[in-house]
């Protein structure tokens, strides 16, 4: 145990010191958690090396602290008490305690942030000083908060507020009914994407996104979903994969097909990082009309006059993408369906490619413990930490939980990727580690892939 202990501590020392030269190296000084100016480093994509050290500090951090503290210390406040965690973020985020606090680096009093939004006084101090507790806003002298590092990425500019208002309120409502869903005889092993502990909680018989889009009350949670997902894209740094995968390597004209791309937020990345390839969105007919008309010509001009990028709708459950793409590029899709429909859209998939074409399925892979010959090619932390990093890694889980509760649908691992792409005629190539998520590399299952 001595042993393990000094590894752990090894681990932390030696992760929090690459950490602390990461930051360094770009402006001479780590950044403070008093700071509310961003440090230049925190609108990038972290280097590999920087990525691997914050999983490795908080899976040590984490790991040193439940194996050397009373275990019933632990349960309390690591499993417990942090559940009233998201319920006071949404009071401070409702009241958006961060833009009242800005520009007041002195802080302000609760008495006056109270009046201003409208929450008594004294139980909003005791909320705030929970928050400060974990940094997010700190008690600057009795009773007078002032924003830090962490509270300003909640300003309500920014849309990390809106991912946090869904899931302070939607995910946090909807997971108190998660215990009664499971143990409901019909819901419990059903995928319908409407027998979820969201729809418990909602008592209405729609799955969340068409309940969102069909009831006029609920299409603000629409709405801020979307603008939350550019947060999540972000704080998970999803555009990783803009450099980690060798689209430079594609010849000049070479076509890729975002299936599902939304509005084109990775679209958008790939055709100003890459300007030699020919992009191709695909959505319903709704985002497509936004993308055409809204984002593409503020975000990138260029690819539209340059004739870069083609919008085509289409429901992926009825007709197949593009034919003859090099590239079929999927994220965040199959995750929301069960196995029956990720197989429709791979075989529709399957059927537009041509000899020598790509599909890059960009997804968490779940790891579990065990190590199969699949998992085998997947990064496993440094001993003695858990192999999947434990608390370094915990989003994947947490994520997958998320789409259980939201949707009934979840997170798949590499084994379970590798099956439904041969159901659907399709064979593995490779698994490309993006940072936090993956991409599932498949061909076409003949010739040579
Ligand atoms: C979670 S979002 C992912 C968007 C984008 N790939 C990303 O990662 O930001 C899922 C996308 O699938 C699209 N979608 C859902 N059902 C669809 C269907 N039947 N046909 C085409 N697109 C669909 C949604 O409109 C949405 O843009």
Same mark, same amino acid.
């Given at each position: 145990m001595v042993d393990e202990i000094s590894a752990l501590l090894s681990l932390i020392n030696t992760s929090a010191r690459s950490l602390e030269r990461g930051y360094t190296d770009e402006r001479g000084r780590v950044p403070s958690l008093d700071d509310t100016e961003p440090h230049p480093l925190d609108g990038q994509i972290s280097s590999p090396e920087m990525r691997e050290a914050v999983q490795v500090l908080e899976g040590a951090c984490a790991q040193l602290c439940a194996?050397?503290?009373?275990?019933?210390?632990?349960?309390?406040?690591?499993?417990?008490?942090?559940?009233?965690?998201?319920s006071c973020l949404r009071v401070a985020l409702n009241c958006k305690i961060p833009d009242i606090?800005?520009?007041?680096?002195?802080?302000?009093?609760?008495?006056?942030?109270?009046?201003?939004?409208g929450v008594d006084a004294p139980k909003l101090a005791r909320i705030l000083r929970l928050l400060s507790a974990k940094h997010c806003f700190q008690?600057?002298?009795?009773?007078?908060?002032?924003?830090?590092?962490?509270?300003v990425q909640l300003l309500s500019a920014n849309p990390l507020y809106s991912l946090g208002l869904h899931m302070t309120e939607d995910t946090t409502q909807g997971a108190t009914q998660l215990a009664e869903t499971l143990a409901d005889a019909e819901w419990g092993p059903s995928t319908d994407p409407a027998h979820s502990a969201f729809n418990k909680v909602t008592n209405q018989p729609l799955p969340m996104f068409d309940f969102w889009a069909q009831d006029p009350e609920m299409q603000s949670h629409g709405t801020r979903f979307g603008i939350g997902m550019l947060g999540w894209g972000t704080a998970v740094e999803a555009e990783a994969v803009v450099r980690a995968y060798p689209w430079h390597a594609l010849p000049r004209g070479a076509t890729v097909c975002d299936l599902?791309? $939304?509005?084109? #937020?990775?679209?958008?990345? &790939?055709?100003? !990082?890459?300007?030699? +390839?020919?992009?191709?969105l695909q959505d319903l007919p709704a985002r497509m009309a936004q993308?055409?008309?809204v984002v593409w010509p503020a975000e990138?001009?260029?690819?539209?006059?340059?004739?870069?990028?083609?919008?085509?709708?289409?429901?992926?459950?009825?007709?197949?993408?593009?034919?003859g793409c090099d590239v079929y590029?999927?994220?965040?899709?199959?995750?929301?369906?069960?196995?029956?429909?990720?197989?429709?859209?791979?075989?529709?998939?399957?059927?537009?490619?041509?000899?020598?074409?790509?599909?890059?399925?960009?997804?968490?892979?779940?790891?579990?413990? $065990?190590?199969? #010959?699949?998992?085998?090619? &997947?990064?496993? !932390?440094?001993?003695? +930490?858990?192999?999947?990093?434990?608390a370094g890694r915990i989003?994947?889980?947490?994520?997958?939980?998320?789409?259980?509760?939201?949707?009934?649908?979840?997170?798949?691992?590499?084994?379970?990727?590798?099956?439904l792409a041969e159901e659907a005629g399709l064979r593995f190539v490779r698994v490309w580690e993006f940072g936090d998520m993956n991409g599932v590399e498949l061909c076409a299952g003949e010739g040579e892939c």
């Open positions: 194996t050397l503290a009373r275990p019933n210390h632990t349960v309390l406040n690591k499993f417990f008490m942090t559940a009233l965690e998201p606090l800005q520009h007041k680096p002195a802080g302000m009093h609760v008495a006056d942030i109270g009046k201003i939004c008690e600057v002298e009795r009773d007078v908060f002032a924003n830090t590092r962490l509270s599902g791309g $939304g509005v084109g #937020a990775m679209a958008i990345a &790939l055709a100003r !990082a890459h300007p030699h +390839l020919r992009l191709k993308a055409r008309a990138c001009p260029a690819a539209l006059a340059e004739d870069r990028i083609e919008f085509k709708a289409i429901d992926f459950f009825a007709e197949a993408p593009i034919a590029y999927l994220k965040n899709i199959l995750h929301a369906f069960p196995a029956a429909e990720c197989r429709t859209i791979l075989k529709g998939v399957r059927q537009a490619m041509k000899p020598g074409s790509r599909v890059l399925i960009h997804e968490y892979t779940l790891q579990t413990a $065990g190590r199969s #010959a699949l998992q085998q090619q &997947l990064t496993h !932390a440094p001993a003695p +930490l858990l192999g999947n990093y434990g989003r994947q889980y947490h994520l997958d939980v998320s789409l259980m509760v939201l949707v009934n649908g979840g997170e798949r691992t590499l084994e379970e990727y590798v099956q």
